[in-house]
């Protein structure tokens, strides 16, 4: 079984791949190729009439407040309404802010 430390650092090196992974994809856009969003969790079929740009900072924004709350206080728990968000959701995607109620 691992140990929170374990646990902790398997997540931040996950946050930061991904951080890494939209940062590239900002950096591609700006750079006038075109850069699907399909694969973004975060983005929600309500985020459509905002602009890809915007999108992928928010979504860069969200991981980068994850990495804080993760690095801090707070982390696993909804930004909404501070219920813990689950397990398996943290482990798949430790970046997710929200429960399933605040979605």
């Not at 900002?26 to 694969?39: E, Q, R």
């Not at 980068?64 to 482990?91: F, K, Q, S």
């Amino acid at each position: 079984m691992d140990n929170a430390d374990d646990v902790r650092a398997r997540r931040l090196k996950t946050i930061n791949a991904k951080g890494m992974e939209v940062a590239e994809r900002l950096a591609a856009l700006m750079a006038d190729k075109d850069v699907s969003l399909d694969d973004f969790d975060l983005v929600q079929d309500n985020d459509r009439g905002v602009t890809k740009e915007a999108r992928i900072r928010a979504y860069l924004a969200t991981i980068n407040a994850a990495r804080a709350r993760l690095l801090g206080d707070g982390y696993g728990h909804c930004t909404g309404c501070d219920a813990p968000i689950a397990e398996a959701v943290l482990t798949d995607s430790p970046w997710w802010p929200t429960c399933p109620a605040c979605r």
